[in-house]
């Protein structure tokens, strides 16, 4: 917890306060504090129904070094009052209470976070799961969640108008709300990530980084409170916070207002002939700015600014109030696998206003579709994700779009699958219904867990000897998991393609669909196939807990050019 040593009163007038709490760090501090010196604002507006808070970090030049795995603003509210919880149009709902999480009260399940309650002090919610990975979402639609008092009819809601200094990018997913009542801000967090997205301070590296200003919003009706009056209220006062971004009256001289910032704009293409024979709107693409980096770096990025957008239907997008700094644009399109970036670095300097017109993105590809499964989104959401053990149900999610987060749905693999693992015959079988979300281990009477070995099954007429197919997975999460693949012999000792130890998102356990992106483009040799049947094994042979396993977007293979 950071406590300030020094107060001091930024700006008092009639129309705003702004105080600081700052804690500075002097190697006295070494081994006891983290080496940061941290100013904490808070902001109250005249005729503003709440307050806005927002921090400074600084890591001096020649500090020690360390590592920051997760900062965030947690605000636990008074459990008498605050009982309905909300976060989206269609994830609100009654919560049950702290203590129904205690011993007595619930069952503890595989991790800490999850129980199931037994005797909770709400009988309506007994023998239901609750976790608060349950209430994850992605940053692009983490922008408000809160909670709500019926008596008297109060909402207290964390408003996020920009993600800007949040890592990871769009769909890194955060935390929101949950048990306690608790609500909370995710400045940075490794939450299906794992340590990729840890920012590592090392050699006396300076870095100074600005998180929010978030606003914390009050409300209140009159007469029977309807929770989804103050909730609605709450979306559209949410929506005011996003057309005043940035704001203009924080007062530190490292927060940037809006004439200090800079646009960037133009127009995504994708190139891929296989598909079209003119080039294509990148309708709905993902397009940002993060540090200059590597090809789909962005990601993994977690140390500065990051500005997104989702282009228009024409393609073209515009990605305002950016802050000054060097970045490369980064790029990736639903219905196309792979990354896209601008190679030459852009300089945002105050009021600039860069177009860089006509921009053409040409996804991964060597020959025609010999066939697919899934979507490519980076979501394993299209495939089969089966109905909860009704033991361990969170009534919410029943019959929801996001029946994904519901508790331990890797146990169904082995219950769904009892006699062998799953063969997925194309041309027959439908990823939708026969393609399971996650390839979890399986799980033994003796409560040990075993490898899975997926089948693919597939007709080739004739194998081309001069050409070259190619198979591409891209894999949606990956946690303490390897991908080997075998073609036409799944008991060759040694694969014919291995990703080696990969991944720790940890988003099986966490309900979380997908995590970091992964893709593998794997050359096949012609050797490998034969006329008629085929059949691609894919295993996971990693198998020490429940939680080991990929969650796949989308598969391809690609077969020879007839060019």
Same mark, same amino acid.
């Given at each position: 917890?950071?406590?300030?040593?020094?107060?001091?009163?930024?700006?008092?007038?009639?129309?705003?306060?702004? %105080?600081?709490?700052?804690?500075?760090?002097?190697? &006295?501090?070494?081994?006891?504090?983290?080496?940061?010196?941290?100013?904490?604002?808070?902001?109250?507006?005249?005729?503003?129904?709440?307050?806005?808070?927002?921090?400074?970090? /600084?890591?001096?030049?020649? !500090?020690?070094?360390?590592?920051?795995?997760?900062?965030?603003?947690?605000?636990?509210?008074?459990?008498?009052?605050?009982?309905?919880?909300?976060?989206?149009?269609?994830?609100? =709902?009654?919560?049950?209470?702290? /203590?129904?999480?205690?011993?007595?009260?619930?069952?503890?399940?595989?991790? @800490?976070?999850? %129980?199931?309650?037994?005797?909770?002090?709400?009988? %309506?919610?007994?023998? /239901?799961?609750?976790?608060?990975?349950?209430? &994850?979402?992605?940053?692009?639609?983490?922008?408000?969640?809160?909670?709500?008092?019926?008596?008297?009819?109060?909402?207290?809601?964390?408003?996020?108008?920009?993600?800007?200094?949040?890592?990871?990018?769009?769909?890194?997913?955060?935390?929101?709300?949950?048990?306690?009542?608790?609500?909370?801000?995710?400045?940075?967090?490794?939450?299906?990530? +794992?340590?990729?997205?840890?920012?590592?301070?090392?050699?006396?590296?300076? !870095?100074?980084?600005?998180?929010?200003?978030?606003?914390?919003?009050?409300?209140?009706?009159? +007469?029977?409170?309807?929770?989804?009056? $103050?909730?609605?209220?709450?979306?559209?006062?949410?929506?005011?916070?996003?057309?005043?971004?940035?704001?203009?009256?924080?007062?530190?001289?490292?927060?940037?207002?809006?004439?200090?910032?800079?646009?960037?704009?133009?127009?995504?293409?994708?190139?891929?002939?296989?598909?079209?024979?003119?080039?294509?709107?990148?309708?709905?693409?993902?397009? +940002?700015?993060?540090?200059?980096?590597?090809?789909?770096? !962005?990601?993994?990025?977690?140390?500065?600014?990051?500005?997104?957008?989702?282009?228009?239907?024409?393609?073209?997008?515009?990605?305002?109030?950016?802050?000054?700094?060097?970045?490369?644009?980064?790029?990736?399109?639903?219905?196309?696998?792979?990354?896209?970036?601008?190679?030459?670095?852009?300089?945002?300097?105050?009021?600039?206003?860069?177009?860089?017109?006509?921009?053409?993105?040409?996804?991964?590809?060597?020959?025609?579709?010999?066939?697919?499964?899934?979507? @490519?989104? =980076?979501?394993?959401?299209?495939?089969?994700?089966?109905?909860?053990?009704?033991?361990?149900?969170?009534? $919410?999610?029943?019959?929801?779009?996001?029946?994904?987060?519901?508790?331990?749905? !890797?146990?169904?693999?082995?219950?769904?699958?009892?006699?062998?693992?799953?063969?997925?015959?194309? +041309?027959?079988?439908?990823?939708?219904?026969?393609?399971?979300?996650?390839?979890?281990?399986?799980?033994?009477?003796?409560?040990?867990?075993?490898?899975?070995?997926?089948?693919?099954?597939?007709?080739?007429?004739?194998?081309?000897?001069?050409?070259?197919?190619?198979? =591409?997975?891209?894999?949606?999460?990956?946690?303490?998991?390897?991908?080997?693949?075998?073609?036409?012999?799944?008991?060759?000792?040694?694969?014919?393609?291995?990703?080696?130890?990969?991944?720790?998102?940890?988003?099986?356990?966490?309900?979380?669909?997908?995590?970091?992106?992964?893709?593998?483009?794997?050359?096949?040799?012609?050797?490998?196939?034969?006329?008629?049947?085929?059949?691609?094994?894919?295993?996971? @042979?990693?198998?020490?807990?429940?939680?080991?396993?990929?969650?796949?977007?989308?598969?391809?293979? /690609?077969?020879?050019?007839?060019?």
């Amino acid at each position: 917890m950071i406590k300030g040593t020094e107060f001091r009163e930024i700006l008092v007038d009639e129309g705003q306060v702004e %105080v600081s709490f700052t804690r500075r760090w002097d190697p &006295s501090l070494n081994n006891r504090l983290v080496p940061l010196n941290i100013d904490k604002r808070f902001i109250v507006l005249s005729g503003s129904s709440g307050f806005y808070t927002y921090a400074i970090y /600084e890591h001096i030049e020649g !500090w020690p070094d360390f590592n920051m795995s997760e900062t965030r603003v947690a605000f636990k509210l008074r459990k008498d009052k605050f009982h309905y919880m909300a976060m989206a149009e269609n994830r609100l =709902r009654i919560m049950p209470m702290p /203590e129904d999480r205690m011993a007595g009260r619930c069952q503890q399940l595989a991790y @800490p976070e999850a %129980v199931r309650l037994t005797n909770p002090i709400n009988p %309506v919610l007994r023998g /239901e799961v609750d976790d608060k990975y349950q209430y &994850s979402c992605d940053n692009k639609d983490n922008k408000v969640h809160g909670w709500i008092s019926l008596d008297p009819p109060i909402g207290f809601w964390q408003i996020t108008p920009r993600d800007e200094f949040r890592t990871g990018g769009p769909m890194k997913q955060n935390l929101t709300s949950h048990v306690g009542p608790t609500t909370l801000a995710i400045f940075l967090s490794a939450h299906y990530s +794992g340590d990729d997205l840890v920012p590592k301070f090392r050699n006396g590296e300076y !870095w100074i980084k600005v998180f929010g200003p978030v606003f914390m919003y009050l409300n209140s009706t009159s +007469g029977a409170a309807d929770p989804y009056i $103050l909730w609605e209220d709450a979306n559209l006062q949410m929506q005011t916070e996003v057309g005043n971004w940035p704001y203009a009256f924080p007062l530190s001289e490292h927060y940037q207002k809006a004439d200090k910032r800079g646009l960037v704009s133009g127009r995504l293409l994708v190139r891929d002939r296989y598909i079209d024979d003119h080039d294509l709107y990148a309708t709905s693409a993902f397009v +940002g700015l993060a540090a200059p980096g590597a090809v789909g770096s !962005w990601q993994r990025e977690c140390k500065g600014y990051q500005f997104w957008t989702r282009a228009e239907a024409n393609g073209f997008f515009f990605i305002n109030n950016v802050r000054t700094g060097d970045y490369n644009l980064y790029a990736w399109v639903p219905g196309f696998i792979g990354d896209y970036m601008y190679e030459t670095t852009l300089t945002i300097t105050s009021g600039c206003n860069i177009d860089l017109g006509d921009l053409i993105y040409q996804p991964p590809r060597d020959g025609p579709t010999l066939w697919e499964i899934g979507y @490519p989104d =980076r979501s394993a959401a299209e495939f089969y994700v089966p109905d909860p053990n009704p033991n361990f149900a969170n009534r $919410l999610y029943l019959n929801h779009s996001d029946r994904f987060r519901q508790y331990g749905l !890797w146990e169904r693999y082995a219950e769904l699958y009892p006699d062998g693992d799953l063969v997925y015959t194309i +041309g027959i079988s439908d990823y939708r219904r026969d393609w399971f979300f996650a390839q979890a281990t399986r799980k033994n009477e003796q409560n040990s867990f075993s490898p899975t070995t997926w089948q693919i099954k597939f007709q080739l007429n004739d194998v081309k000897q001069n050409g070259r197919y190619i198979l =591409r997975v891209a894999i949606a999460s990956a946690t303490l998991s390897e991908m080997q693949v075998r073609f036409n012999d799944s008991k060759s000792t040694r694969a014919h393609f291995s990703t080696g130890l990969i991944g720790r998102d940890n988003s099986i356990a966490r309900h979380g669909i997908h995590g970091l992106y992964w893709l593998y483009n794997i050359p096949v040799r012609n050797k490998w196939l034969v006329e008629g049947e085929n059949t691609v094994f894919l295993t996971q @042979p990693r198998c020490s807990s429940p939680f080991q396993g990929i969650m796949y977007d989308y598969i391809r293979l /690609e077969g020879p050019s007839e060019t």
